[in-house]
């Protein structure tokens, strides 16, 4: 369904489904909610994170998003809890399946994937850790200020590589193991939750072309930061997984 974007001031008026979203950057997070939307035709309005609106702090709980407000209900943040509101809203189109055992394995993915400890998480400390050591990724400002935020030390930003590179490999492994069984899919034979966050996590490493994603020239250097073990990882079918996922199912070009 279609969206758009509104004022601080209107977002807070207006009833219905509305998202606080990080404007300007493909943030993987934001991405996938957009997603899921999407696919589960909601109708909803997006307004841009203002750090100094103090309205919209209150109204959202934090200076964050993505952050999934519904009528006067509790604001939502956490990608579970955004996945959920939103099989909720549009239980026709569900993207959790119905087999115990498949929804277990579906949240176990997605977690390591948009998760704290995360691939997503890690990916974030490791172009931190890079940015503060003058080997690209975010610039020591942004890096300075996301650091702080997101648990950053020297220790855990050295260890942020290998955890990235050990979930591209399980994951790489689990498509694999599907596309052996016959299916394109993560788990089972249909879309899920977990085919959206792979395909929007996949910023983090290889940016759409700016055809589909007009992110700033410093965002798109920081996200395509390519270090030796970490590209040893990225596996191929990854990313024609990602390619495969926007072409059928989600909205191009991103509109940020």
């Given at each position: 369904?279609?969206?758009?974007?509104?004022?601080?001031?209107?977002?807070?008026?207006?009833?219905?489904?509305?998202?606080?979203?990080?404007?300007?950057?493909?943030?993987?997070?934001?991405?996938?909610?957009?997603?899921?939307?999407?696919?589960?035709?909601?109708?909803?309005?997006?307004?841009?994170?203002?750090?100094?609106?103090?309205?919209?702090?209150?109204?959202?709980?934090?200076?964050?998003?993505?952050v999934a407000i519904y009528n006067e209900e509790r604001p939502r943040a956490g990608w579970a809890e955004i996945l959920l509101l939103?099989?909720?809203?549009?239980?026709?189109?569900?993207?959790?399946?119905?087999?115990?055992?498949?929804?277990?394995?579906?949240?176990?993915?997605?977690?390591?994937?948009?998760?704290?400890?995360?691939?997503?998480?890690?990916?974030?400390?490791?172009?931190?850790?890079?940015?503060?050591?003058?080997?690209?990724?975010?610039s020591e400002r942004v890096a300075r200020?996301?650091?702080?935020?997101?648990?950053?030390?020297?220790?855990?930003?050295?260890?942020?590589?290998?955890?990235?590179?050990?979930?591209?490999r399980m994951l790489a492994a689990r498509l694999h193991a599907q596309r052996a069984a016959g299916s394109d899919y993560y788990v089972g034979d249909a879309l899920t939750a977990v085919d959206v966050y792979s395909a929007t996590f996949m910023v983090m490493f290889r940016p759409l072309p700016p055809a589909q994603c007009a992110m700033d020239a410093a965002s798109r250097a920081a996200f395509d930061l390519r270090e030796p073990h970490t590209e040893a990882a990225l596996d191929p079918i990854v990313l024609a997984h990602r390619d495969r996922i926007y072409a059928d199912h989600l909205e191009l070009p991103l509109s940020l």
């Open positions: 369904m279609a969206w758009h974007y509104v004022s601080v001031e209107e977002a807070i008026a207006r009833s219905g489904l509305r998202m606080v979203v990080v404007g300007g950057v493909p943030s993987p997070w934001g991405e996938a909610a957009k997603g899921l939307f999407h696919i589960h035709r909601l109708d909803w309005v997006a307004v841009r994170l203002a750090y100094d609106s103090d309205a919209l702090k209150q109204w959202a709980g934090q200076r964050s998003g993505p939103a099989e909720r809203l549009a239980p026709a189109s569900p993207l959790l399946p119905a087999d115990a055992a498949e929804r277990a394995l579906v949240f176990g993915l997605a977690h390591e994937i948009c998760g704290e400890g995360g691939l997503g998480w890690s990916r974030r400390l490791q172009l931190v850790h890079a940015g503060l050591h003058g080997s690209g990724g975010f200020y996301i650091g702080k935020k997101y648990g950053y030390s020297p220790e855990v930003g050295a260890a942020a590589g290998t955890r990235v590179a050990h979930l591209l």
